[in-house]
């Protein structure tokens, strides 16, 4: 549940924080009018999100590969969250005034529509974004999933609004750079989750895996141990770090090698 929380919360609040800055420049050059269709555009973005996550949890039950669809769920997941990490990482400095600059271009049209697009498209995009990465979660962990999401939602929903009120004085390149990091560990460890599914699929499927599939290491602790990927200490090692008592070559490599590029770019780009 923790994952999902920490996904849901960055990238709701990365929306929320679109929105209340958007509504802090209305409100300020006296096109307040304007908020009414900007909210519409955005909870059609929010119910636009619950469609495609809907859609994607029934496909994945209708058809018979489930490892397959997990592998492939957290293979897509895993480069789309890296590219908006780094996207973010490079922006997050100018971000405010680039907003700014699309509602004025918004506005100028003369329209109500624009400026609801842009809610759509502010908030559809992060929804999106979160149904891909919190996939391979739901397929593991349905009921945790759920809340994990809501209270992200619900906790970045409050965080925005006290943001607004305030006057946007949040440090948001500061929020960004810590939550930047935490994701990047937690899109390693989803990759290694989509490798160990897609190892076990091949497994099932008679794929000659060889010492690909092979584990290079079995800890000596089981399922009710709390070092255990499912106990209580070893299930947050296993969000933040990809954390396993067991784990394949091949999972091992990959996993490693992501991480070990992925973080330090991230780090040079911020420190930068």
């Not at 994607?56 to 669809?69: H, M, P, R, S, T």
């Not at 271009?105 to 109500?112: D, F, I, L, N, P």
């Amino acid at each position: 549940m923790l994952a999902q929380t920490i996904v849901s919360f960055r990238e709701g609040f990365e929306a929320a924080i679109v929105i209340a800055v958007v509504l802090t420049y209305l409100k300020k050059t006296g096109r307040w009018s304007l908020a009414h269709p900007l909210l519409a555009g955005s909870l059609a973005g929010v119910l636009l999100s619950g469609v495609v996550g809907w859609l994607a949890y029934v496909i994945y039950f209708v058809l018979e590969a489930k490892e397959l669809v997990e592998a492939i769920g957290a293979f897509i997941a895993v480069p789309v969250l890296t590219s908006v990490v780094y996207w973010m990482s490079i922006k997050s400095k100018e971000i405010k005034r680039e907003i700014e600059l699309r509602v004025e271009e918004a506005v100028k049209k003369g329209s109500m529509l624009p400026i609801a697009v842009l809610g759509l498209v502010v908030v559809f995009r992060e929804g999106f974004e979160t149904v891909l990465f919190i996939l391979p979660l739901l397929f593991a962990e349905p009921l945790g999933t759920v809340a994990g999401v809501l209270l992200g939602v619900f906790t970045s929903l409050a965080l925005a609004y006290l943001v607004f009120v305030g006057g946007m004085k949040l440090k948001m390149r500061s929020f960004f750079y810590v939550t930047s990091i935490l994701l990047v560990l937690i899109a390693g460890g989803i990759l290694g989750y989509g490798i160990h599914e897609l190892l076990e699929y091949g497994e099932e499927a008679g794929w000659p895996l060889g010492i690909w599939a092979e584990p290079v290491y079995k800890l000596p602790f089981d399922e009710g141990h709390p070092l255990h990927d499912k106990g209580i200490i070893g299930s947050i090692l296993s969000v933040f770090f990809g954390y396993a008592v067991e784990m394949e070559l091949l999972r091992l490599l990959l996993q490693a090698t992501y991480v070990i590029i992925a973080l330090p770019l991230v780090l040079y780009v911020y420190r930068r």
